[in-house]
């Protein structure tokens, strides 16, 4: 019998600093700029597991969910993102990422849902497999939100 683990919730760990402007009325890190912290996370983890060079393969993003946990106060200090992949399936993956404050707080969690695209075509097109071996060991703890996810059909 094989033996289980349990997958990390993590993989990388991403520092990203704020900016004062990224701040609303609220006093706080706004939602926009919260999803442009995830997408800078996101680049930055796909630099550090697929090395630079030529590709025949790009990303789109078909979704991505987040749930605020906590308001994010602006700090000269950066807050952690942390990566992961969370699925892997035939033409698509998914990212999962948690944001912390400074003083280690769950701020909030997102999953994003790309699909590998032919770039000559723009078409959705299976994962090639250096790349599938890359998610592969990059695999850990799927995003489990709190809240249910409101039924948008009908």
Known sequence: MASERSAPDYV????????????????????????????EARVR???EWIP??????SFLVARQ??????????STHPVTVRSCIGRVGRSSFTMALR????????????????VVVDPAVGRPTPIPDQLREVLLN??????????ARANTAG
């Open 12 to 39: 990388l760990e991403i520092p990203v600093h704020l900016r004062w402007g990224d701040m609303d009325i609220n006093n706080h890190i706004n939602n926009v700029q919260i999803s442009r912290l995830f997408e």
């Open 45 to 47: 983890s796909f630099h």
């Open 52 to 57: 630079d060079g030529p590709r025949n393969f």
């Open 65 to 74: 969910d987040i749930e605020f946990s906590a308001p994010v106060h602006y």
């Open 99 to 114: 944001l912390f404050d400074k003083e280690g707080v769950l701020c909030a969690t997102a999953e994003t849902t790309l």
């Open 138 to 147: 990059s695999l850990g703890e799927p995003v489990k939100f709190h809240s």
